[in-house]
């Protein structure tokens, strides 16, 4: 029995040693299989998951003023420091080691020596090799990265110093907030707003592709000549002058804080052409802070009731229906009030009999209602049919993605009421965004010739138009030149001796209406206003045309005459005082060489030699190597010429930006991480940080400006900015010089001094104006009230 028993379990012992030979054979043999008959199969497909092709992003194109020089909107390209140490050979990795660690150390500041010398040791050494590490998260711009090229190790290349630099492009606005808004933005969704949005499909460029491999720490670039190269995305060229939009902005943030309004906008366009030159957007954040948030002057957030400058199509549609109709017939307004087409209206004053000239003049709703209800009460079709030959009931076709569509009521409507037609006839049962009222004022400034709104000049691919944009005729005669002579001589009217008779000025006239509207809220009409005004200038022979609107005035001053004309007639003073200026520099280009060569500062190389052969002016150039020079006059043969000097212009080190102008000021700084505040305007006349100075990121350099052709050393022009420190840094307050161009920047000097000098002064302050009468002792409430409902759609982004 125990024989049996034995013999048994040593059965069992040698089975299962049997098993487990089998099993190891199998598994060897598994092994050497894989190893030697499908070991390339399999390092293949392990090479294929390793290597993947990764898109390679193309740069966006750029955003430019008008002049196709100032940069609106650019991407600057900033990389990451990566490196491979398997391509480094221990002699120059240990002659270089001590030297890099101690640069990588200064440069970033987040390791000490000893902790950057031991991260690249362990690289270097580590078993299996690695091929791929991340020296720092911080992005580097262009100039730095040349510092970094020269660094020891890393000046060997990245083929024997193992160095990699990854691009990676940021949208940059060198203006700073300056029509932020319409400049826009795209997202990773590819949604967005402006420009940006709008003209993505050219700005976008074409991606490229390239062979990645995939390593812990990140992905390296395969240099093995498959890669696909991104496309460049293609410029556009915008209507945009730099000099007015600032000036637009500025005068709009004034009248905002002063008033303590809500919000408000600003559209200033040429009237032949429809160009728009500036187009500025400011809502409240908080006391006293503006900022660009929504595009009121387009979109649904900016399409309100216009109130009083709604008038004008009203007696526009008067007069064409009617030609008979002068503007000496007498109008009885009453005592101020008065009952008509159903409803009360009301005028803050009792004219009594006044002319139809001064009914308009004196915005006088009972004047206005009592002429419309009269010539069309029977019909009220025809006075909607004349708004719809105006084109106010469409949208016009905007080149920017947004534009609200405008709401004019119809007899056909199911909202219509016995009210409406007079209600109508001062400007409310209906919205109207902005720019489309300016479209329609603009009209009549261009002899009844209605142009669409443009904003994009050109798409370009560097100095090649690949597309250009036109003027667009809407309509080319809006109503008789018998009309035109009538509503023309009224507005002229409201400037001169109406209720915007506080802006007139003695150096040029101005025409247009103003307007205040109750705000309609929460299905009744409130005490809270919107004020306008929309006009053109110079009213005999018109350049541009604009609309000023500040919404929710809240400091006492609640009509358009008071709070939204001033900042009209400041835009019209500056944009007037610019024009003058630009065409001085070009009657004086034949007188200059007989002259002293003018006093010219620092700049590009290659603007400035362009200005010197422009102007016939010799110049010796340094090597065409150096990027920026300094201006100094010399003789040469009794002659009068200029010697370009290099401007020092050192990695890592604050440069002298002394006498250039603020963009390559803030080209030369802000590349180097520095933060920059301006006080004044012109060129550069002091820097707070001083030349030569070890470069930290962040540090604030406050620059002094000058007047153009003032030398440094002189006083620079007093700028008055706003209060809030964080507008500041959101929005470029102070005018820049760019809006000359730079084939005669340097004679615009001169004109510009000399303009400064004898400029003139703003009108003296009228006598106390009676206040334009309020639009109506709250309009009738139609059968059903204007609403989000029956008005359109919900806000659309703009």
């Known amino acids: 029995m125990k024989g049996s028993v034995k013999k048994s379990i040593v059965t069992r012992v040698r089975l299962a040693f049997l098993g487990v030979c089998l099993f190891s054979c199998a598994v060897v043999w598994k092994i050497s299989n894989i190893q030697f008959k499908e070991g390339e199969r399999w390092r293949a497909l392990e090479q294929e998951r390793r290597v993947v092709y990764q898109p390679v992003f193309a740069t966006r194109g750029t955003i430019l003023a008008d002049d196709g020089r100032s940069i609106m909107a650019t991407s600057l390209p900033f990389f990451r420091v990566a490196w491979d140490p398997s391509v480094v050979d221990s002699e ?47 992005q580097i711009n262009y100039q730095e990265k040349k510092e970094l090229a020269q660094w020891p190790i890393f000046r060997e ?31 990773e969704d590819k949604n967005g707003a402006g420009l940006e949005f709008t003209f993505n499909r050219h700005l976008a460029g074409k991606d490229g592709e390239a062979l990645f491999e995939r390593l812990p720490g990140g992905n390296k670039p395969i240099y093995d000549g498959t890669e696909v190269k991104p496309i460049p995305g293609y410029d556009v060229q915008t209507t945009l002058d730099i000099n007015l939009q600032d000036v637009a902005e500025n005068a709009l943030y004034k009248s905002l804080v002063d008033n303590n309004a809500q919000y408000g906008c600003v559209i200033l366009m040429e009237v032949q052409t429809g160009e728009i030159k500036a187009v500025a957007n400011l809502g409240k954040v908080a006391d006293g802070v503006y900022r ?38 007498i109008v009885d307004t009453g005592n101020g009030r008065m009952y008509i087409g159903g409803a009360v209206k009301t005028d803050s004053h009792g004219y009594g009999k006044i002319t139809v000239k001064q009914v308009f003049e004196k915005s006088s709703n009972i004047g206005i209602a009592v002429l419309v209800d009269k010539q069309f009460g029977k019909n009220p079709s025809r006075y909607t049919d004349h ?101 023309k001589a009224m507005m002229e009217g409201v400037v001169s001796q109406g209720t915007a008779r506080s802006i007139r000025s003695e150096d040029f ?47 006492g001053r609640i009509y358009g005459a008071d709070v939204a004309a001033p900042v009209f007639r400041e835009v019209a003073d500056k944009a007037m005082a610019r024009d003058a200026a630009s065409q001085r520099p070009l009657l004086a280009r034949a007188s200059l ?16 030699r362009l200005v010197c052969e422009q102007i016939g002016v010799k110049n010796e150039a340094p090597s065409p190597d150096e990027d920026w020079v300094r201006i100094d006059a010399k003789k040469d043969s009794g002659a009068e010429a200029l010697a370009l000097q290099p401007l020092p212009v050192r990695p890592g080190r604050v440069p002298n930006v002394t006498g250039l102008t603020l963009r390559d ?134």
């Not at 016995?418 to 006839?425: A, E, G, V």
């Not at 009222?437 to 000049?457: C, D, S, W």
Request: hydrophobic fraction near 35%; charge should be positive.
């Open 292 to 329: 660009e948030d929504y595009n009121y002057a387009i979109a649904d957030q900016g399409r309100t009731e216009p109130g009083s400058t709604f008038k004008l199509a009203s007696m526009m549609a008067l007069f064409e229906e009617n030609p008979n109709v002068t503007l000496d017939d």
């Open 92 to 138: 120059t990795f240990n002659k270089g080691v001590d030297s890099l660690a101690i640069q990588l150390a200064h440069f970033f500041g987040d390791r000490s020596i000893s902790e950057y010398k031991r991260k690249l040791k362990n690289a270097k050494l580590a078993k299996p090799s690695v091929r791929y590490i991340r020296l720092n998260s911080r």
């Open 157 to 187: 290349g990245k083929n024997k110093g193992g160095v990699i630099f990854e691009k990676v492009d940021k949208r940059f606005r060198p203006f700073g907030g300056l029509a932020q808004r319409t400049i826009g933005f795209v997202n």
């Open 387 to 487: 708004l719809k030959k105006f084109g106010l009931h469409k949208p016009l076709g905007f080149q920017m993605a947004g534009e609200a569509r405008p709401y004019v009521k119809d007899p056909q409507d199911r909202s219509w009421s016995r009210t409406s037609l007079t209600t109508m006839s001062i400007g409310y049962e209906l919205k109207l965004a902005p720019l489309q009222t300016l479209a329609f004022y603009n009209a009549i400034a261009n002899g009844g010739v209605k142009v669409q709104p443009m904003i994009v000049r050109e798409i370009k691919q560097a100095d090649k138009v690949l597309e250009r944009f036109e003027p667009v005729i809407l309509n080319p005669k809006i109503c008789s030149d018998e009309t035109l002579e009538k509503v």
């Open 665 to 798: 000021a803030l080209f030369l700084l802000e590349n180097r991480g520095l933060r920059v505040r301006t006080q004044g305007t012109g060129r550069v006349k002091a820097q707070s940080v001083a030349a030569g100075t070890a470069v930290r990121r962040g540090t604030m350099v406050t620059l002094a400006l000058a007047p153009i052709g003032q030398r440094p050393g002189g006083p620079a022009a007093p700028v008055v900015a706003p209060a809030s420190s964080q507008l500041e840094e959101n929005k470029l307050l102070t005018p820049v010089d760019t809006d000359l161009d730079a084939k005669a920047r340097a004679l615009a000097a001169k004109a510009k001094a000399r303009l400064a000098a004898t400029s003139p002064a703003p009108a003296a302050p009228q006598p106390k104006k009676k206040p334009e009468p309020k639009p109506s002792a709250k309009p009738a409430k139609p059968a059903k009230q204007l609403s989000q409902q029956a008005t359109g759609a919900k806000p659309k982004k703009a």
């Open 509 to 555: 006239t101005m025409a247009g209406k103003t307007g205040t509207a109750w705000k309609f809220k929460n299905g009744a009409y409130t005490k809270v206003y919107s004020t306008s005004f929309c006009g053109y200038f110079p009213a005999d022979k018109p350049k541009y045309s604009c609309i000023v609107v500040v919404d929710s005035p809240k400091k």
């Open 593 to 608: 060489n007989k002259a002293k060569v003018p006093f010219v500062q620092a700049g590009m190389q290659d603007e400035l």
